[in-house]
């Protein structure tokens, strides 16, 4: 499950776009950040995604992409040019497509390597699913196909929601500020759509004709729709936007996306077990839902004209992790897709998988992670207000950088430094945590269902004193 919104200029206290998502997905399903270099393409070139090749284009921009580490899409991302995309399943009366087509993920990276604006992306993704379809499993363990919706935007204002069944679509341009969850959300007003789908609907029986035609109406799954609690995700992401009339800041967007619903924000026992109601940072829990349910890479941008800075998680849950700066500075990471390295940008270490390796940033956040969860209200207050002391002393120092016309150079040493310090200040709140009992007072108390799907989840991925 996954949550996404924008907020355009004229919305945000600071003039830019700003775009947030936090991706969901498996509890050891590792998400892998990496900075993948622009790269021209001879004639006749085929491209591996996924599960299928199709033609590869003459040329490909500079892209950041946050992807499961093991298909070749992404949950998330931006390009050179100040574009930015994340998608979302969703649940339609039409079955998803089972047999192997462009993933979701697929089509957000296809979209980001391939176009320079908002309506640029729109274009290409539904050219290329409209060619192409979409299907085949979204699982990394076990089998789950969806139909996607994707946000896109880009520098310049502009934003789209982008809502699919199949190989049809429909399209809204963003006017203000916008959520998607996991359910559709595009009604009877809409912008661009595929040729078929009112004329499907209305076949299947799902609308009574074209002038009263409602999108979502016609074909949400409500039951699917109802269990992944998408409609609950995407009210309570609205309302928190629309709370900041006097103007969105890229810290109130880390803050929705850290939210842990209405029963959250007034319990301060709250911890994370059972149904993922309304809650936006999510961690994994014990039922057939929330195994998809843990918050596995966040991602705000801040989107200037010929401005652009990302500020990124590549951990989990936003919540015990920090957002560390990004900034395309101008100079490429080597040709085979590396990252820039400890002198020249973050760096981002090697690519994880479903098992523990302290090497790998993923998983070496996880251990702070697993431990806050032990005793969720405790060990989270040992830390939060340094994080959020952290993160302003990163934006300051990135503000002032770019306002002083820092040098491509000058500026990826200091996000490389950031990404540092978030690392060394990660290690002492370990240490803090640990200082914390580890067994909750009985009100925050994990349920034995809870204790024992982590300690499954620990195990499968030989996570230390499993």
């Known amino acids: 499950m996954c949550d996404t919104m924008v907020a355009l200029p004229h919305a945000s206290k600071s003039g830019a776009v700003l ?25 006749g070139t085929n491209l591996a995604c996924t599960y299928i090749t199709i033609p590869q284009v003459p040329h490909t921009h500079q892209v950041l992409l946050s992807r499961p580490f093991w298909m070749w899409g992404a949950e998330m991302g931006a390009n050179e040019h100040g574009l930015v ?3 979302e399943a969703v649940f339609s009366k039409v079955a998803p497509g089972r047999e192997p087509a462009l993933l979701g993920m697929d089509l957000v990276r296809l979209g980001l390597e391939r176009a320079q604006t908002a309506r640029g992306a729109l274009d290409v993704m539904t050219g290329l ?35 699919t069944v199949g190989r049809h679509w429909i399209a809204e341009k963003v006017r203000d500020r916008r959520a998607i969850s996991n359910c559709y959300t595009i009604g009877a007003d809409f912008d661009l759509i595929s040729d078929g789908l009112i004329d499907l609907a209305l076949e299947r029986g799902w609308a009574a004709n074209r002038q009263t035609f409602n999108f979502a109406d016609a074909f949400t799954d409500r039951l699917r729709s109802r269990l992944a609690t998408g409609a609950a995700r995407f009210c309570r992401a609205t309302d ?64 200037k004209p010929g401005r652009a800075v990302h500020w990124i998680t590549a951990t989990s849950a936003p919540d015990t992790g920090t957002f560390k700066p990004f900034c395309f500075t101008g100079g490429e990471p080597s040709a085979d897709a590396l990252d820039f390295g400890p002198d020249f940008g973050p760096d981002f270490g090697p690519e994880p998988t479903d098992r523990f390796d302290p090497e790998t940033l993923w998983w070496r956040h996880e251990r702070l992670h697993r431990a806050v969860l032990r005793n ?42 950031c990404w540092a310090q978030a690392k060394k200040a990660e290690d ?8 914390t009992p580890g067994k909750a007072p009985r009100a925050a108390r994990p349920s034995i269902f809870y204790t024992a799907h982590w300690q499954r989840l620990d195990r499968l991925a030989s996570f230390p004193g499993a």
């Open 85 to 87: 995309i994340g998608n």
């Open 240 to 303: 928190l936007l629309n709370d900041k009339q006097a103007g969105l800041t890229r810290t109130d967007m880390m803050a929705i996306l850290r939210d842990h619903g209405p029963q959250g924000a007034r319990d301060p026992s709250w911890h994370p077990d059972g149904p993922l109601g309304g809650t936006i940072c999510a961690h994994g829990s014990w039922g057939p839902v929330r195994r998809h349910g843990q918050t596995t890479g966040s991602l705000v941008s801040e989107l």
């Open 19 to 43: 775009f947030a998502k936090n991706s969901d997905r498996g509890a050891n399903e590792a998400q892998y950040v990496h900075h993948v270099a622009a790269a021209d393409h001879p004639a």
């Open 428 to 435: 002492e709140w370990l240490k803090a945590v640990a200082q």
């Open 376 to 417: 969720y209200p405790a060990r989270i207050a040992a830390f939060t207000q340094e994080r959020d002391r952290l993160e302003q002393k990163f934006q300051l120092k990135i503000d002032q950088a770019l306002a002083d016309g820092a040098g491509a150079a000058e500026l990826a040493r200091l996000i490389g430094a």
């Open 129 to 163: 699913l409209e060619t192409h379809g979409q299907g085949g499993n979204c699982a990394h363990i076990g089998r789950f196909e969806y139909h996607n919706s994707f946000l896109i935007a880009d520098a310049e204002g502009e934003a789209w929601v982008l809502e």
